[in-house]
């Protein structure tokens, strides 16, 4: 069983920075992929961005050159380094794991609260 603890939410103003980062522990096999969804009130669950083991990305668009996601795999360990923060980024942040075996195996965190306001 894996489990996921997002921590690094809070309030900021637009411009801002924050980090979130997720630390996963159990059995996490390669291949796999890290990564962080966002939620917003009314809103479906999209990728932000996330990261596979071999080291390619996927980012939204929305978030292309502000945010840059990164993992330590010795420590099982994934990042989101957010900067210029708008408001329409404000949302509740998940951390994901999907372990790429068959059939692929997905986890999540509970989430921690981004707001972006000033």
């Known amino acids: 069983q894996v489990q996921l603890v997002e921590s690094g939410g809070g309030l900021v103003q637009p411009g801002g920075s924050l980090r979130l980062s997720c630390a996963a522990s159990g059995s996490i096999f390669s291949p796999n992929l890290m990564g962080w969804y966002r939620q917003a009130p009314g809103n479906q669950r999209d990728l932000v961005a996330d990261?596979?083991?071999?080291?390619?990305?996927t980012y939204a668009e929305s978030v292309k050159g502000r945010f840059t996601i990164s993992r330590d795999n010795a420590k099982n360990m994934v990042y989101l380094q957010m900067n210029s923060l708008k408001p329409e980024d404000t949302a509740v942040y998940y951390c994901?794991?999907?372990?790429?075996?068959?059939?692929?195996?997905?986890?999540w965190g509970q989430g921690t609260q981004v707001t972006v306001s000033s």
């Open positions: 994901n794991v999907v372990v790429l075996g068959v059939p692929p195996r997905s986890y």
């Open positions: 990261m596979h083991s071999g080291g390619s990305t």
